[in-house]
């Protein structure tokens, strides 16, 4: 198992805290936006992680925001912020040796996903984008821009949700799916339930990272 190691983004004047892990033998790398309230330190992402990276993919962890901007409420649902951040993480491992020339996916948490698909709206060489427990529906008015292959999760005992994925799947014109995960809620801490989000995930990302025939992309 590839150990995590420390480190920090460059992004609009500040340094912002993750953790990269590097497996060996890679096939591209996942970077996870968090949802509000949550960070780096966030133990369904970093179970989730861990398990990623078991499936050859590097994984990094970091916070969107610094400290003091998370005690901020409408930083914190600052999705327009929150996806210029991410983009500047994909910049950065871009140009770092170890994760340089791998392709870029995206698992997005809460309003962390809404960052990741309005990122990912920006940036047609995103691989990949996973949502758990997303809101989608704050990147409305990007979805149908979104080129790259998506899958939504959500719990099937997380009604609200649901219809709001539901009608962010509807304005989605790439390749997507929506997975319910049955009698799960909304943070997935049901026995087995986060298992499942692992599985859906790892799946997704394998068949859309690149291979020698070239990346599945979604069509228009």
Not at 198 to 216: C, D, I, N, S, Y
Request: hydrophobic share 50%; glycine share 8%.
């Amino acid at each position: 198992m590839a150990a995590e190691r420390p480190i920090r983004i460059p992004a609009d004047g500040l340094l912002l805290e993750g953790l990269l892990g590097v497996p060996p033998d890679a096939v591209g790398i996942v970077l996870f936006a968090h949802g509000s309230g949550s960070s780096r330190l966030s133990p369904r992402n970093a179970f989730v992680a861990r398990e990623l990276r078991r499936a050859k993919m590097v994984t990094l962890l970091f916070d969107l925001l610094s400290v003091e901007e998370s005690d901020e409420p409408a930083l914190v649902f600052d999705v327009e912020l929150l996806a210029r951040r991410l983009r500047a993480a994909t910049e950065w491992v871009r140009g770092e040796p170890a994760t340089r020339g791998l392709a870029v996916a995206y698992f997005g948490a809460s309003t962390g996903a809404a960052a990741a698909l309005i990122a990912a709206a920006a940036d047609p060489a995103i691989a990949a984008v996973v949502s758990r427990g997303g809101r989608p529906d704050l990147a409305a008015r990007v979805l149908p821009r979104v080129e790259a292959p998506t899958l939504l999760i959500v719990g099937g005992d997380d009604a609200p949700v649901i219809a709001m994925n539901e009608q962010a799947l509807a304005r989605l014109r790439c390749e997507k799916r929506l997975a319910i995960v049955p009698g799960a809620t909304h943070l997935f801490e049901e026995p087995g339930a986060l298992e499942e989000v692992v599985r859906l995930a790892t799946r997704w990302f394998l068949e859309h990272f690149p291979t020698k025939e070239g990346r599945q992309r979604c069509r228009s």
